[in-house]
């Protein structure tokens, strides 16, 4: 069964940090871009950020930049993204997808599998 299996989230207070992980089994991602999204309560999700499957190109979403920061052990079949500097509004449940790709990953409707999600609170 192919899936991805996001793990790490949890509850914060603002300005501390958190490593979500997505591991995936089934498939190699050797082959696939990864990406990390996020859902707040009452919004659209949107992408944070993405992994090439070299792991040599990645982008982030103007709101994490410089605090987030994607990276993938394909070895371990596993891609983090570390949260640091975390804020209230960082709230939200973050997916993993991934996109069977050289590149970069593409729009949100053509990844190929998602993760469940796990939720981040960023809470005092």
């Known amino acids: 069964q192919l899936q991805l299996v996001e793990s790490g989230g949890g509850l914060v207070q603002p300005g501390g940090s958190l490593r979500l992980s997505c591991a995936a089994s089934?498939?190699?991602?050797?082959?696939?871009?990864i990406g990390w999204f996020r859902q707040a309560p009452g919004k659209e999700r949107e992408g944070v950020s993405c992994i090439s499957s070299s792991g040599g190109s990645t982008n982030y979403a103007d709101s994490v930049k410089g605090r987030f920061t994607i990276s993938r052990d394909n070895a371990k079949n596993t891609v983090y993204l570390q949260m640091n500097s975390l804020k209230p509004e960082d709230t939200a449940v973050y997916y993993c997808a991934a996109m069977e790709t050289w590149g970069l990953c593409g729009p949100q409707y053509g990844m190929d599998y998602w993760g469940k999600g796990t939720l981040v609170t960023v809470s005092s």
């Open positions: 089934g498939f190699t991602l050797d082959y696939y871009a």
